[in-house]
């Protein structure tokens, strides 16, 4: 979801030929807005996409991390609410500007719950510090230092001018450096 409600904005076609394919009862013909405003698809939304458009509403748009926001997003409020995933399969569907798309699926393992314990996602996105452009350009130019405390965290170490000019390398740091 490059913005918040970007899914269920595109998934409201797919989900209303998969519902006349499913039930001959059911017809939206052409109208897309009467999917966007049927029960049906409302309860869709509410149980299987609002918890991943919760963290991208707070941070606005973005496109290669959306889909792993959406993740973010889904498996901490599921923590919050004590839903137990052991086992369950999640889809993901992510699409570039041309003709590209990626499908694929996880299963999540016991377990997960004491990886996202650690995350704090909404606090860390509540306590963001607004930065300018010229502190946005240092950051990620050749810089590589951080606004926060980096013991402890993913973060970004390098990023190559060869082989490959612009790729960018993370590590886990396990004590300030």
Avoid at 89 to 108: P, R, T
Avoid at 143 to 172: A, D, M, Q
């Amino acid at each position: 979801m490059p913005y918040a409600f970007h899914g269920k904005r595109i998934f409201a076609e797919i989900f209303m030929l998969e519902k006349e394919l499913k039930d001959d009862a059911v017809s939206y013909g052409d109208n897309i807005k009467s999917v966007y405003k049927s029960e049906a698809y409302q309860t869709f939304v509410n149980e299987r996409l609002e918890k991943g458009q919760r963290a991208s509403s707070m941070i606005g748009n973005m496109y290669t991390a959306s889909i792993w926001m959406a993740l973010l997003s889904t498996l901490t409020v599921d923590l919050e609410d004590k839903v137990n995933l052991d086992h369950e399969k999640i889809g993901f569907c992510s699409y570039g500007s041309g003709s590209k798309a990626k499908v694929f699926e996880g299963i999540l393992q016991p377990g997960w719950e004491h990886v996202v314990q650690h995350w704090h996602l909404f606090e860390t996105i509540a306590n963001r510090k607004a930065i300018n452009f010229e502190v946005y350009e240092s950051l990620h130019n050749d810089n590589c230092s951080s606004l926060y405390e980096t013991e402890g965290k993913f973060v970004l170490t390098e990023i190559c001018e060869e082989p490959l000019y612009g790729e960018r390398k993370y590590s886990w740091l396990t004590k300030q450096s």
